[in-house]
Nanobody, 112 residues
Framework: QGQLVESGGGLVQPGGSLTLSCAASGFDFSTYYMYWHRQAPGKERELVAT????????TYADSVKGRFTISRDDAKNTIYLQMNSLKPEDTAVYYC?????WGQGTQVTVSP
């Protein structure tokens, strides 16, 4: 049974930075594309960033391009989302996804 566990969320001021982590277990992590999604209150869940199985290809939503960076460490079965220049509209629950599995989510709140 696969599992994904996110961490690193919290409260940050506009313009600040956070790094989210997602630790995977129970499936062959290194062979899967991995994803970060987010869901703001009253809105649909949206795809934020994607990283290929070999880490060589990444894609981003237009709303975060140039501010967020997705990366992976296959030795640790972990993906990361480095978030810089955070805005209030980045406030959401952030979820990682890989294979058939979703994490439980971690709250990011951007507020003065």
């Amino acid at each position: 049974q696969g599992q994904l566990v996110e961490s690193g969320g919290g409260l940050v001021q506009p313009g600040g930075s956070l790094t989210l982590s997602c630790a995977a277990s129970g499936f062959d992590f290194s062979t899967y594309y991995m994803y970060w999604h987010r869901q703001a209150p009253g809105k649909e869940r949206e795809l934020v960033a994607t990283i290929s199985d070999d880490g060589g290809r990444t894609t981003y939503a237009d709303s975060v391009k140039g501010r967020f960076t997705i990366s992976r460490d296959d030795a640790k079965n972990t993906i990361y989302l480095q978030m810089n220049s955070l805005k209030p509209e980045d406030t959401a629950v952030y979820y990682c996804k890989g294979s058939y599995y979703w994490g439980q989510g971690t709250q990011v709140t951007v507020s003065p």
